[in-house]
């Protein structure tokens, strides 16, 4: 990104989020960060020259508030990574808890379109981007159902906005890591090495984040894997069914 953008990126007191911060920093950007850890936050803060803003993404006041904060630090918000997210805490049948899936699907799925709705009125000034944090649980099975239920929704999401604001300029992707290097992934680390699966560093999605937000392509899910460039994922091309005029009456 050679030109100097303001970005907000939310959930980016931590993990990718965290290091999609320092990136833009480093590379002269002004940015935004909204996450609900005060204390990492401001300490990224120090450390960066970030912006912080204390916001819970499943609120949607806090999205706007977030936004409207951006907007009045730097003037103006051309690109928004919507990056917050949690496990699932997975229960089947007897162990459904629907508060917990509710709270899962809240951030997961609720934060992204709160952020994006937030940001789209000021991305339409300069035709700017949305980057959304999905997940390969966004094109793939998972063994956490509802994290994957969102992620799976936010690919979704991220082609449909991207056809409805293409007209605007704005170009709206969705990122899909594999395993990395976070929190969500800590308690199963032990079990991915000894199976011998790559984990990637955050660096390396926000290194493919800085990629796509370059690349200027729009409505794509990107497949982000450890020790591998970003590539999109393909889709099938569905051809609608039409019906035969010569048949009608």
Not at 57 to 81: K, P
Not at 186 to 203: K, N, Q, S, W
Not at 206 to 225: C, F, K, M, P, Y
Request: charged content about 20%; proline content about 5%; some cysteine.
């Amino acid at each position: 990104m050679a030109d100097p953008r303001v970005i907000l990126v939310t959930g980016g007191a931590h993990g990718i989020g965290a290091a999609m911060v320092r990136r833009f920093t480093a590379a002269g950007h002004q940015v935004a960060v909204a996450d609900v850890d005060r204390g990492e936050g401001l300490d990224l803060a120090a450390r960066t020259g970030c912006h912080f803003v204390q916001a819970d993404v499943a609120v949607l006041e806090d999205n706007q508030a977030a936004v409207a904060e951006a907007v009045n630090r730097f003037g103006r918000l051309d690109t928004v990574c919507l990056n917050a997210g949690i496990p699932g805490e997975q229960g089947l049948g007897d162990d459904f808890d629907a508060e917990k899936y509710h709270r899962s699907m809240r951030v997961n799925l609720d934060g992204p379109v709160y952020g994006a709705n937030a940001a789209i009125p000021h991305l339409r000034q300069c035709g700017g981007a949305i980057v959304i944090t999905s997940s390969l649980a966004g094109v793939t099975a998972s063994p956490d159902p509802y994290y994957a239920t969102a992620k799976h929704a936010l690919i979704g999401l991220t082609r449909s906005l991207a056809l409805l604001l293409q007209p605007d300029g704005i170009t709206v992707n969705a990122l899909c890591p594999g395993f990395t290097d976070t929190r969500l992934v800590a308690v199963h680390r032990g079990t991915l090495t000894g199976y011998g699966i790559a984990i990637a560093e955050p660096d390396h999605v926000a290194a493919a984040a800085e990629h796509v937000l370059d690349s200027g392509r729009t409505g794509e899910a990107w497949n982000i894997q450890a020790d591998q460039p970003p590539v999109p994922v393909q889709f099938p091309h569905i051809t609608l069914s039409m019906r035969d005029s010569r048949s009608s009456g």
